[in-house]
């Protein structure tokens, strides 16, 4: 009963945020409920150190609230798939080799930049921890945020390409981040003699490559059985099966959910969608999907503005974390900058894109839940507090800024479109 009453509390105040957000502050949708969320904590925290009373039950109620479980093992496959069947395939095929090294290599190149960075930095506001810790950090904080750069970028209407490539590397960063952290999460935790380059790769090619195939299989599986039928109850049916069940099986078999989730969303949103449905499945699928990701979206960040209830954030975790927001940016410069300028002939290569990918690599909840993932053997404090200062400014102040960023660089499509056609 704790659990429900929790999540209803939860919807209560995401439905009642969501009212004021569109009633009065007309903000993005994820951003003024984050924001609301925060204010509220800060309230809520001011009234618990008066002695009210109740604020300690709401506190006991998100202690309660195992976030990482929630987002990484319920919430994300649901919002990953509702991101996924929108998705352009031939588009993200034209732009694959960009999406692949900047989920893979820049992925790899933020982590050692933010790490090295932090190392030398920690120390002088007294608070120096081992390399293996910050590398743990920088692998958290480096991985782009598919939820936060799908609800902000519906408002910026950049140019397709471009859009292809940050959506594309949100969608496929999270294998190789949770790849990456798995393994330094081991050596930090049995020593670098558990995670050899052999464990490693096992562990790659299990994860990553095992939840892309079976993606493909539960795809192409969800496909036939749509091409078969013709009911949309049923159809929307299924695909919530796959979801549900594909999530599941991946657990199971040790393989990427989330990876394989994207993978089935792919292939049910391409082929699917133009080959598999209806026009009044595809109409209902559309809104199930979207009405689903509107609900679970708003949930999430509401939980994430309310965690300012339960973290320990003090004034050298706030200057530190102002401090990591410039680390973590600079390393979203470098290891956007140096992949793409190797594949020059495949991607428009130039300052105004550059700013964008950069700007616009959103961090989000991925990153908190993992940063909660983190024992109290290790500086888990720490590394919850500079991972949440980073994440809020980069949903509030990027994501509010990067309309107006595009726009300025010239590179939004809402001119051209609002244009009047010409009279022949």
């Known amino acids: 009963m704790q659990l429900y009453n929790t999540f209803a509390i939860l919807l209560v105040l995401a439905a009642s945020f969501g009212y004021i957000n569109h009633r009065f502050l007309r903000l993005p949708s994820t951003i003024g409920l984050m924001i609301l969320a925060l204010v509220s904590s800060l309230i809520t925290v001011g009234l618990g150190r008066m002695g009210v009373e109740w604020v300690l039950t709401a506190s006991q109620l998100l202690r309660g609230i195992d976030f990482h479980t929630v987002l990484m093992q319920v919430m994300l496959s649901f919002l990953l798939f509702a991101g996924a069947i ?25 982590t050692v930049i933010v790490a090295s960075i932090m190392y030398y930095i920690l120390p002088l506001f007294g608070l120096p921890i081992d390399y293996i810790y910050c590398l743990l950090f920088g692998a958290l904080i480096s991985p782009t945020d598919p939820i936060a750069v799908l609800g902000i970028l519906k408002e910026a ?22 790849v990456v952290f798995v393994s330094l999460f081991q050596i930090a935790r049995f020593g670098a003699g558990e995670a050899t380059v052999g464990a490693v790769g096992e562990l ?20 036939w059985a749509l091409r ?20 599941a099986l991946a657990a199971a078999l040790h393989t990427s959910g989330p990876l394989a989730i994207v993978v089935a969303g792919l292939i049910v949103g391409d082929k ?12 209902y699928l559309d809104k199930f999907w979207e009405i689903l990701d509107e609900i679970l979206n708003a949930v999430l960040f509401v939980l994430i503005g309310l965690e300012m209830l339960i973290l320990d954030i003090n004034r050298t975790i706030l200057v530190v974390g102002g401090v990591a927001i410039v ?12 992949p793409l300028s ?13 700013r964008v990918l950069t700007w616009g690599g959103l961090r989000g909840g991925i990153s908190v839940a993992l940063a909660l993932s983190l024992p109290d053997t290790m500086p888990r404090d720490l590394i919850v507090g500079i991972t949440y200062v980073v994440v809020v400014f980069s949903i509030i102040v990027q994501g509010l800024s990067i309309g107006p960023l595009v726009k300025k660089l010239g590179l939004s499509t809402a001119a051209a479109e609002d244009e009047p056609t010409s009279a022949h």
């Open 86 to 110: 929108h998705v352009d395939v031939r588009a993200l095929g034209d732009q694959r080799l960009p999406v692949a090294a900047l989920a893979s290599v820049g992925m790899l190149l933020s």
């Open 228 to 247: 078969t039928i013709d009911h949309y109850q049923v159809e929307v049916l299924i695909t919530l099966a796959l979801v549900m069940g594909g999530t």
């Open 204 to 223: 790659f090619l299990r994860e990553a490559l095992g939840g892309m195939a079976l993606g493909a299989v539960m795809g192409y599986a969800t496909f």
């Open 157 to 178: 209407r950049i140019s397709k390409s471009l859009e292809i490539n940050i959506v594309g590397e949100s969608l496929f960063n999270d294998g190789i981040a949770v």
């Open 272 to 283: 699917g969608r133009s080959l598999g449905m209806s026009d009044i499945t595809r109409e």
């Open 327 to 338: 680390v973590v940016l600079l390393a979203r410069l470098g290891s956007v900058a140096l």
């Open 342 to 354: 190797l594949l020059r002939s495949r991607f428009e290569f130039n300052r105004p894109n550059l």
